[in-house]
C-alpha cells in the first residue's frame, strides 16, 4: 500500500511568514501555517479518495512532528507545505531536498506543481545551497526524518501576483491536485526502478 506522511509547515504559536494588505479596500491578511494547513486538509482528502494510507502530522513543533512521522513503520515519503516569503520581486514554486531519493522525489513535486500551478519554476534545490539570513539552510525535517522527504514552498506570500492566485475560490484544491500529481509520478518513478532492478537480476541469474 502507498503510505506517506503529511504535514502542515509550522505551528500555532510560530506560524511562519505573515502578510497584510489591502486590496478592494479592504485589509487581508495571510499566514503561511493557517494556508499550509488548509492544503493539507484538501490534500488528505484527495490522496484518501484515491486509496492511500495518509498520516497526518500533529501541528506541534517540528521535533514533535518528526518524531511522529519516524514513529510510523513502512513509510514511502513525507512532506511538508510552506510558503515562502522574501523580496517583493521574488516568485514561484520550489521543492526542497536533502537525500539522493529525496531529490526524485522532489523533482516529482515540481513535475507536477508547474503542470497544474500558474506559478514561477524555482526548480529543486538541496538544502543546504540555500542561504538564510546568510547562512545555508541546513533543514531538521529533511535530515530527521527516516523516509524520503520533500519541503514544497507553493509560492510568496510576499510577491503580488503570487498571492493572488490564493484568493481564488479553488486555490487549495488546485495546489492540493498538484501535490497529488507529483506524489502519483513519484510512485511512478519507484515502480520503473523495480522493474529496472528486475530486469538486473534476471539477466543476472
Same mark, same amino acid.
Given at each position: 500500500m502507498r503510505r506517506l506522511a503529511i504535514s502542515a509547515g509550522h505551528y500555532l504559536e510560530r506560524p511562519g511568514a505573515k502578510v497584510s494588505f489591502k486590496q478592494n479596500g479592504k485589509r487581508i491578511t495571510l499566514i503561511e501555517h493557517e494556508l499550509a494547513c488548509q492544503v493539507? /486538509?484538501?490534500?488528505?482528502l484527495i490522496l484518501v479518495a484515491d486509496g492511500y494510507s495518509v498520516f497526518e502530522t500533529p501541528r506541534t513543533p517540528l521535533s514533535e512532528k518528526v518524531r511522529f512521522i519516524n514513529s510510523l513503520p513502512a513509510l514511502d515519503l513525507a512532506l511538508e507545505v510552506h510558503f515562502? *516569503?522574501?523580496?517583493p520581486g521574488a516568485e514561484g514554486t520550489e521543492t526542497i531536498y536533502f537525500s539522493e531519493e529525496? /531529490?526524485?522525489l522532489?523533482? *516529482?513535486?515540481m513535475s507536477g506543481l508547474m503542470a497544474r500551478l500558474p506559478f514561477a519554476n524555482r526548480g529543486a534545490k538541496k538544502d543546504e545551497t540555500i542561504l538564510r539570513n546568510g547562512e545555508p539552510f541546513i533543514s531538521y525535517f529533511l535530515r530527521r526524518t527516516y523516509p524520503p522527504a520533500v519541503l514544497v514552498e507553493v509560492c510568496f506570500l510576499t510577491n503580488p501576483g503570487d498571492r493572488s492566485f490564493l484568493l481564488s475560490r479553488s486555490a487549495f484544491y488546485e495546489?492540493?491536485?498538484a501535490l497529488k500529481q507529483g506524489i502519483d509520478e513519484y510512485y511512478?518513478?519507484?515502480e520503473k526502478d523495480e522493474v529496472k532492478e528486475w530486469t538486473r537480476l534476471s539477466s543476472l541469474s
Open positions: 493539507i /486538509e484538501e490534500l488528505y515562502n *516569503a522574501g523580496p529525496g /531529490e526524485k522532489a523533482w *516529482a513535486m495546489i492540493a491536485s511512478l518513478t519507484l
